[in-house]
């Protein structure tokens, strides 16, 4: 494999990329999934980037050593990434997001998100609608935070739906900071407006349940609370996701964490056209 770049920890081999296939591309901009170790570490030292650097959270002392965000999952993950080749020639990850099937998870060490919640009710869905996918790391570069990266992300991972079988998306957003009463509004909003049926309702495990139903409807500015919440959030919503019971403080990465799960069937219609539909899935570019 190619050793990794000693110029931008973000940068990867445009002769490595020019020889595996990408899944679509726009303009100086590509998606594909990883194929090399180098490709994983561009993708980890972009994670750094914005988790630590922008974000604030705490690196351990190999993620500081290294200025890479690292840990066991990236090893059995498929790496979603999109690529700026640029105009002098040195292609960069530019966003990410890492994927995790159910039947990779199964033969290793389950999914990223069971540590905070109970999936129980996602593996007797999935038994009857395709396996689940967990998406995850997901960030894009401050310059990049524009509707082209964003929407080749999203078909990159529609694709992956596609060649995969995949009846479930699921998987962590989060608020900034660890105090979930700042947030009181939105994770007001979200608990009432958009709940996940029981059949899909995954629950923070008990030592970890942060309430999320902090404020009686009507009390607060439920389009406000819209609103305020991050992009991310909002643009799962757009697709059909619904929320899990209870919020996840994860200090380490300073955030507060909400459970989102999105039945691919359900996704709406105006996006199934835009991401799922048969042109979008075989466009050449």
Same mark, same amino acid.
């Given at each position: 494999?190619?050793?990794?770049? %000693?110029?931008?920890?973000?940068?990867?081999?445009?002769?490595?990329?020019?020889?595996?296939?990408?899944?679509?591309?726009?303009?100086?901009? $590509?998606?594909?999934?990883?194929?090399?170790?180098?490709?994983?570490?561009?993708?980890?030292?972009?994670?750094?980037?914005?988790?630590?650097?922008?974000?604030?959270?705490?690196?351990?002392?190999?993620?500081?050593?290294?200025?890479? &965000?690292?840990?066991?999952? &990236?090893?059995?993950?498929?790496?979603?990434?999109?690529? $700026?080749?640029?105009? $002098?020639?040195?292609?960069?990850?530019?966003?990410?997001?890492?994927?995790?099937?159910?039947?990779?998870?199964?033969?290793?060490?389950?999914?990223?998100?069971?540590?905070?919640?109970?999936?129980?009710?996602?593996?007797?869905?999935?038994?009857?609608?395709?396996?689940? #996918?967990?998406?995850?790391?997901?960030?894009?570069?401050?310059?990049?935070? %524009?509707?082209?990266?964003?929407?080749?992300?999203?078909?990159?991972?529609?694709?992956?739906?596609?060649?995969?079988?995949?009846?479930?998306? +699921?998987?962590?957003?989060?608020?900034?900071?660890?105090?979930?009463?700042?947030?009181?509004?939105?994770?007001?909003? #979200?608990?009432?407006?958009?709940?996940?049926?029981?059949?899909?309702?995954?629950?923070?495990?008990?030592?970890?349940?942060?309430?999320? %139903?902090?404020?009686?409807?009507?009390?607060?500015?439920?389009?406000?609370?819209?609103?305020?919440?991050?992009?991310?959030?909002?643009?799962?919503?757009?697709?059909?996701?619904?929320?899990? &019971?209870?919020?996840?403080?994860?200090?380490?990465?300073?955030?507060?964490?909400? +459970?989102?799960?999105?039945?691919?069937?359900?996704?709406?219609?105006?996006?199934? $056209?835009?991401?799922?539909?048969?042109?979008?899935? %075989?466009?050449?570019?």
């Amino acid at each position: 494999m190619p050793a990794l770049s %000693n110029l931008c920890p973000t940068s990867v081999c445009a002769e490595h990329l020019a020889k595996s296939p990408h899944i679509h591309r726009q303009g100086a901009l $590509d998606v594909r999934l990883a194929t090399s170790e180098a490709e994983i570490a561009a993708a980890q030292a972009l994670r750094y980037r914005i988790f630590y650097e922008e974000m604030g959270a705490t690196p351990t002392a190999d993620a500081l050593r290294a200025g890479r &965000d690292v840990d066991p999952y &990236d090893m059995i993950c498929d790496h979603l990434l999109v690529i $700026d080749h640029g105009a $002098d020639g040195t292609p960069q990850v530019v966003g990410t997001y890492r994927l995790l099937r159910q039947l990779v998870a199964s033969m290793h060490h389950g999914f990223y998100s069971a540590g905070e919640y109970d999936l129980s009710p996602l593996f007797g869905a999935a038994a009857s609608g395709g396996q689940l #996918l967990e998406l995850g790391r997901s960030c894009v570069a401050p310059e990049h935070r %524009n509707s082209s990266t964003i929407t080749l992300l999203w078909r990159g991972i529609a694709s992956y739906l596609k060649a995969h079988k995949i009846g479930y998306l +699921f998987g962590c957003a989060s608020l900034p900071g660890t105090d979930p009463h700042v947030h009181a509004a939105e994770l007001s909003f #979200l608990y009432q407006e958009h709940l996940a049926p029981p059949s899909l309702r995954a629950r923070a495990l008990a030592e970890h349940h942060v309430p999320m %139903n902090l404020l009686e409807p009507g009390s607060y500015d439920a389009r406000a609370a819209a609103r305020a919440l991050p992009p991310l959030i909002k643009g799962y919503l757009r697709v059909g996701a619904k929320v899990g &019971d209870g919020a996840f403080v994860d200090r380490q990465f300073n955030t507060v964490d909400v +459970f989102v799960v999105m039945p691919v069937e359900r996704i709406t219609s105006r996006y199934a $056209d835009r991401f799922l539909g048969e042109g979008a899935a %075989n466009d050449p570019a």
